[in-house]
């Protein structure tokens, strides 16, 4: 099973920019999905940001024009930046992927944005 490991995350004021990191302890397919999801406090978690090779990446509504996902397949990492950041982005930050059929994780970035 893939291993990801995330970076990055905090405290931001409302406005600010944070950018979260992952990485995966082996090579990924460019056509397989990476991705962030997130999930708040009494929410269920929800999908932010995906990318994968062939097609332009999906955004919840809700982020687009605010986040950027990109990834690097060499060094096997995927980025969010977050710009213009709302208190209602606070939550905590996953990223996946599925490999092989099977889903990875990683631990979880709390980003908490303050109004």
């Known amino acids: 099973q893939v291993q990801l490991v995330q970076s990055g995350g905090g405290l931001v004021p409302a406005g600010g920019s944070l950018t979260l990191s992952c990485a995966a302890s082996e090579t990924i397919f460019s056509s397989n999905w990476m991705g962030w999801y997130r999930q708040a406090p009494g929410r269920q978690r929800e999908l932010v940001a995906r990318i994968r090779s062939g097609r332009d990446p999906d955004y919840l509504d809700s982020v687009y024009g605010r986040f950027t996902i990109s990834r690097d397949n060499a060094k096997k990492t995927v980025y969010l930046q977050m710009n213009r950041l709302e208190p209602d982005d606070t939550a905590v930050y996953y990223c996946?992927?599925?490999?092989?059929?099977?889903?990875?994780w990683g631990q979880g970035t709390q980003v908490t944005v303050s109004s």
């Open positions: 996946h992927t599925r490999n092989g059929g099977i889903d990875s």
